[in-house]
């Protein structure tokens, strides 16, 4: 089956530091990447949705300049937190989307961050 | 509003015994309802799929039913396993942007 790898799987940094995770499709080409975020015992919160070569879709209320997405090839996706502060602490999830609308999604493993 | 509500928030069962999880929609147009089991710091993983026309769909000791008329799905496990205990997340696409639409989760704990 389609299978999402996402790196780092935790991390752990001080405030003010810059993190980057990694969203790849291993067995197929992903041309729709979503990011989540998703606090203690709620549901997923879509974040963004990026298209390959084309800047990203942030949801109303996701800052763009603080959370940068990259999606630069068919099988990568990067989240980039800028300058993180401790409320930024959540679990980030990516899932990829081969073809069109009526196609599953696929998600990785997602990545435990921190913030100090 | 596209919503996905979900009963009951969490369930306790005994191992061995089944329970059965309900999903209520109001996402239009309907594509797709799907449901996913997330394990405690995992992503989502999917267990069943179901497009206008299905209205049951199985995988294993999971079946998932769907009434597009009443806008409901269930998810049915049978013969539950410790191993069952995790999160079930209902996930509605349509609604003409085809963004999914994720209700809170049921939190299943199969106690041996």
């Known amino acids: 089956g389609a299978v999402v790898s996402q790196h780092p799987s935790w991390v752990i940094c001080k405030s003010g530091t810059s993190v980057k995770i990694e969203c790849r499709s291993l067995d197929f080409q992903a041309t729709t990447m979503f990011w989540y975020r998703q606090f203690p015992k709620q549901s997923l919160m879509l974040m963004a949705t990026s298209n390959e070569g084309s800047k990203a879709t942030y949801e109303q209320g996701v800052e763009k300049d603080k959370f940068l997405i990259n999606h630069a090839s068919l099988t990568l996706s990067t989240l980039t937190v800028t300058s993180a502060h401790p409320e930024d602490s959540s679990f980030y999830i990516c899932s990829a989307r081969g073809g069109g609308p009526g196609q599953p999604q696929h998600f990785g493993d997602g990545t435990r961050l921190s913030i100090l | 509003k596209n919503q996905v509500e979900q009963s009951p928030q969490s369930l306790i069962i005994l191992e061995g015994k089944n329970c059965t999880l309900q999903c209520n929609y109001t996402v239009s147009p309907f594509s797709n309802l799907r449901w996913y089991k997330q394990d405690t710091g995992r992503g989502p993983v999917s267990l069943t799929i179901?497009?206008?026309?299905?209205n049951t769909k199985s995988n294993g000791r999971y079946t998932a039913t769907l009434d597009a008329d009443t806008k409901q799905s269930s998810l049915h496990i049978t013969a539950s396993q410790l191993s069952d205990s995790a999160s079930y997340i209902c996930?509605?696409?349509?609604?003409?942007?085809?963004?999914?639409?994720f209700g809170r989760g049921t939190s299943l704990i199969v106690h041996p």
């Open positions: 179901m497009t206008f026309s299905e």
């Open positions: 996930v509605v696409s349509g609604g003409g942007s085809y963004i999914p639409t």
